[in-house]
């Protein structure tokens, strides 16, 4: 038996080990660091959503919109509730309806069918022009100023400055409509 052969391939095996040991010992480490981020990022992840037209990029978390959502989503909203004729309430009445929170999908279908009945009755169209919005990101709501012009019979029947909030809540993995109220012209 040769002696010193053998003490060579045991210090050459303890010395493999402890190489071994300590890449085991970082990948542990590199785990539990991941581990921890993990954990760490858990509640705060924010959801890139795709409004109706991308106009500037936004953000979501599991309960609030950046204001540029809340910008580009009042906007929307103000255009389906406002910009109306006889022939585009109707479609413009679904996909709003599509937008709206559970528990106000019915009062809110409730006006607008009968804002449609009064469109067609004595066939007028709205036209609404933003000049400004003004987001909320702790109300989740935004406030549109702008000029609301009223044609019947494609004669000018009003040409007013108008103020509405739009009020968003968050559920079920996206934005609904919860209200959408007239508010003094100027007003937050």
Do not use: C
């Amino acid at each position: 038996m040769d002696f010193e052969r053998l003490n060579l391939d045991i210090k050459d095996i303890r010395r493999r080990n402890r190489w071994l040991g300590l890449a085991l010992a970082v990948q542990a480490l590199a785990q539990v660091l991941t581990l921890a981020i993990m954990f760490s990022l858990l509640g705060s992840v924010r959801t890139v959503v795709v409004p109706p037209s991308l106009d500037k990029t936004f953000w979501v978390t599991h309960d609030k919109a950046s204001h540029e959502y809340l910008e580009q989503m009042g906007a929307f909203i103000a255009w389906l509730v406002l910009d109306v004729t006889p022939a585009s309430i109707d479609w413009k009445k679904e996909v709003l309806l599509g937008y709206v929170e559970p528990d106000q999908y019915g009062p809110l279908k409730t006006r607008q069918e009968v804002e449609a009945e009064r469109l067609k009755r004595i066939n007028a169209a709205t036209v609404f022009a933003p000049q400004q919005l003004v987001p909320n990101e702790d109300t989740q709501s935004v406030v549109i100023h702008g000029r609301l012009r009223t044609l019947v019979n494609g004669f000018e029947t009003a040409n007013e400055l108008k103020s509405y909030r739009v009020e968003f809540s968050y559920a079920d993995a996206r934005m609904h409509l919860k209200t959408f109220k007239e508010v003094p012209y100027g007003g937050k």
